[in-house]
């Protein structure tokens, strides 16, 4: 077979090429690269600062003002912009960690519990010290109900530090750092739900309840399709919210009940395309026969050998990542410096607790894991990275503002948004010293 045979032949075993799928590949792989949304998020929050500051600060401001909503007669549901954002458009963000944790408990790393145990217990000593570190130091003092603000860690941040290092740090610290993150987002929902929320309306939680049985008899009678469960978890979504507790606790409720196994396993599908022939050229624009009715298992196939897990998470991941996180940022990181305002024992208290306590929580309850013999360390994993590692945990950022939204007044918001700022630039830039350093002098 000659070149060109050859050449013809790969050609014609791939989908058709047009003009556009040439431009767009940059921005698929842009936007397959996590780093990237930590890129974005930073961005986004910098414009937000700038425009608090500008002379359109009251108009930008007065933007997530708006009311958006239903109006049905005198019936009406509507919240503010900032509002719809935070409560359900976050609940999507949790959703997507909740896959994560999913897929890597049931599909990846964490499958072998000795492993999965040293992020937990980092992650679970990442958020007691801190927050108990901040409540001391804000003891008997107004703003003490906002300790759960230093117990998160924002994983696109992270992620987008580690990027930046390339190859200095192993993969094995990404993994670790990427599974801390995770629990922590799971452990900062519960936060959210249990500590942050009103008071409980158990007849509309009850609704919520018989929405998550319905959507379990769904999945065991196997329906498939996704727009069923888009429905019903939209049911739920405003069961809980009418309920008292965060809505955004669905999302990790919806998240861990998604099942991570695929209902088509690879021999099934070979034996399904070999099956597959070509259509006939007379029928090529129409009519149903058996060559056509194969290519259509074939297609159903080929996308179920994949688990609804990893479908979700491949196309949520860039909606969350350059859509959701940004706009949070753009109407969340708004802060005017300056006006007679200053740092105070509250912003102390949130810079102790994200950039001393996280990192001293995380190695002091992996040490103990590791010493009692529960947790094992994975190969390349060094203690100086899980130094940088921690510090890097320190920030907050997504996670911090959305938990001072919900914890703090006006008057206390100013000093925990400077103080969650502080921290994340404090812990990026230690973490990410303590990381260059060793691997750019090859300290043992």
């Not at 230093?150 to 990027?163: H, Q, R």
């Not at 196939?301 to 991941?317: D, K, N, Q, W």
Request: proline share 4%.
């Amino acid at each position: 077979m000659t070149n060109e045979n050859r050449e013809s032949a790969l050609h014609a075993g791939q989908l058709p090429r047009e003009l556009s799928d040439r431009l767009k590949r940059p921005f698929t792989l842009f936007f397959r690269v996590h780093a990237a949304g930590g890129g974005v998020l930073l961005l986004c929050s910098l414009v937000a600062l700038g425009l608090a500051n500008s002379p359109w600060a009251h108009a930008y401001a007065a933007i997530w003002e708006t009311r958006v909503g239903v109006h049905a007669g005198g019936w009406v549901y509507a919240r503010s912009l900032h509002a719809w954002i935070n409560d359900a458009a976050m609940t999507l963000f949790f959703f997507l960690v909740a896959l994560a944790l999913k897929k890597e408990l049931v599909l990846g790393d964490l499958r072998n519990p000795r492993m999965a145990a040293l992020p937990i217990a980092g992650a679970i000593g990442g958020m007691l010290v801190p927050a108990g570190l901040f409540l001391a130091v804000m003891s008997g003092r107004p703003g003490s109900q906002g300790w759960g603000t230093v117990m998160t860690t924002d994983t696109a941040f992270v992620i987008g530090c580690l990027a930046l290092l390339g190859t200095r740090v192993p993969r094995s610290l990404s993994m670790f750092m990427l599974s801390l993150a995770i629990v922590d987002d799971i452990g900062a929902m519960l936060v959210v739900a249990l500590g942050y929320s009103d008071a409980i309306d158990w007849r509309a939680l009850a609704w919520a309840v018989a929405g998550l049985v319905l959507l379990r008899a769904a999945a065991w009678a196997g329906i498939r399709g996704f727009p069923v469960y888009f429905l019903l978890g939209s049911f739920i979504w405003v069961a809980v919210d009418a309920s008292g507790v965060h809505a955004t606790a669905t999302g990790v409720v919806l998240g861990l009940m998604t099942p991570a196994r695929r209902w088509v396993t690879d021999d099934r599908l070979y034996a399904i395309l070999d099956r597959v022939v070509a259509h006939p050229t007379a029928l090529e624009h129409g009519g149903d026969t058996r060559d056509r009715e194969t290519l259509q298992i074939a297609e159903i196939a080929a996308r179920e050998t994949l688990s609804p897990v990893e479908r979700l998470e491949m196309a949520l991941h860039p909606w969350v990542s350059f859509v959701i996180l940004p706009l949070f940022a753009l109407s969340n990181a708004g802060m005017t410096l300056g006006e007679g305002q200053s740092a105070g024992t509250l912003t102390l208290a949130v810079v102790l607790g994200a950039v001393v306590g996280k990192p001293v929580g995380v190695l002091a309850f992996a040490w103990l894991a590791m010493r009692s013999g529960v947790a094992l360390r994975a190969p390349g994993l060094a203690w100086r990275h899980m130094l940088g590692g921690s510090l890097l945990a320190g920030i907050g950022f997504t996670m911090a503002l959305f938990i001072a939204n919900l914890a703090f007044d006006h008057t206390q918001l100013y000093e925990a948004k400077l103080g969650i700022l502080l921290a994340s630039l404090g812990a990026a830039v230690t973490g990410l010293a303590v990381l260059w350093w060793p691997s750019r002098h090859s300290v043992p």
